[in-house]
């Protein structure tokens, strides 16, 4: 979703004034969250001929995630402390160059412990979750350690608060107008592309 499509939010966010039929949430307060880890990496027996997909942050550039490109063995997840997360989990990279950038499963998987799991629930768009959190990249940023890497740690993310439609209708009506804003935005600038240089 465009930075453009998202300023009413932005709006709200800012001056915590909700329209009539919103409601303030604390993430700790509603959702269930985790991290993962990574079998020792020296153990082939943890990662050869693997089946279980396992997610690390470099692969949060990505909307969604259904092709996982690293699995372990069961070997690995039974000898590690990573954990198994369901479809639809919404997953937020909290180090390295992708810190603060957010993906969907869509599919079960586990992750290593760069990422901050929030796991569905059935009150909550996983896509307006995403979307409005995506909206708070650079104020996640702004948050992190300051070391060399940016860092962003879960008991940062756990005290974020979401404004949004109290009713999961409300969210995906709301999402349908971002993602139409978005598609209008996206082909104003192509037909600008493609127009003629004025001689």
């Known amino acids: 979703m465009s930075s453009n499509s998202m300023i009413g939010l932005k709006k709200i966010y800012k001056r915590r004034n909700l329209p009539n039929g919103w409601k303030e949430v604390r993430i700790a307060d509603v959702f269930k969250t985790g991290s993962g880890a990574t079998p020792t990496a020296s153990n082939p027996a943890y990662y050869t001929n693997g089946t279980i997909p396992w997610i690390n942050s470099g692969e949060l550039n990505s909307a969604t995630i259904s092709?996982?490109?690293?699995?372990?063995?069961?070997s690995g997840y039974e000898n590690s402390s990573t954990k198994m997360y369901p479809k639809d989990t919404v997953l937020v990279a909290m180090y390295g160059a992708t810190a603060g950038k957010t993906s969907i499963l869509k599919i079960p998987a586990c992750t290593n412990q760069a990422i901050c799991a929030i796991l569905p629930h059935k009150d909550f768009s996983p896509l307006f979750v995403k979307y409005y959190i995506e909206n708070l990249y650079s104020h996640l940023v702004s948050l992190s350690s300051g070391s060399a890497r940016d860092n962003i740690s879960q008991d940062t993310i756990k005290e974020l608060k979401i404004y949004c439609p109290s009713?999961?209708?409300g969210q995906m009506r709301l999402i349908e107008i971002l993602n139409l804003i978005d598609r209008k935005i996206a082909l104003n600038r192509e037909i600008n592309r493609n127009l003629p240089l004025s001689a």
Request: net charge negative.
């Open 67 to 74: 092709e996982p490109q690293n699995f372990i063995t069961q």
């Open 167 to 169: 009713t999961l209708e």
